[in-house]
């Protein structure tokens, strides 16, 4: 995308109504945006949302491609262990790093409980955007789990 497609379309943005997602459009769909969902609920920092999208733009404007089907055995590691993995992150693009095959159990803030966990040591930090992305097998490309905690 051109730099001033990109600030034509940052712009556009801006005239979405409040909760309204849009998406960004391909070279091929032309030059407008268009609202696709809204937002649900949305975390007090801008690092995690739950879009309500519209049926109608799946399969058009949604892409299965690197969807997880989380009822799938397939598409899930059985068994986690010391591997390399890869994250497709919002805010760090594609980055690398080692699993744990050693869990260990944090306990977020405001919350009672703790979690089974799997530490990811990435070669690059974590941006704000990047909880909630997949992490993923660097060989097999299955899902061992998605980013929840990062600094």
């Known amino acids: 995308m051109t730099t001033s497609r990109r600030a034509k379309y940052l712009t556009e943005l801006k005239s979405f109504g409040p909760g309204e997602v849009g998406c960004q459009p391909t070279e091929a769909e032309g030059e ?7 937002t649900i609920l949305r975390s007090g920092e801008p690092d995690c949302s739950l879009i309500e999208v519209d049926g109608a733009v799946i399969g058009s404007t949604i892409r299965y491609s690197h969807a997880v089907i989380l009822d799938n055995p ?10 390399t993995v890869r994250a497709e992150t919002a805010g760090s693009g594609i980055i690398e790093g080692i699993l744990s095959a050693s869990s260990c159990y944090p306990q977020l803030p405001h919350s ?8 990811a040591k990435f070669v690059r930090s ?3 955007g990047d909880c909630g992305s997949w ?6 490309g299955r899902v061992c789990g ?5 600094s």
């Open 32 to 38: 407008e945006n268009r609202v696709i969902g809204n």
């Open 112 to 119: 009672g409980s703790f979690y089974e966990a799997y530490e």
């Open 74 to 83: 397939v598409q899930i590691e059985p068994s986690l262990r010391h591997v």
């Open 135 to 140: 992490v993923r097998d660097g060989t097999t």
């Open 126 to 128: 974590l941006a704000s």
């Open 146 to 150: 998605h980013i929840f905690a990062g």
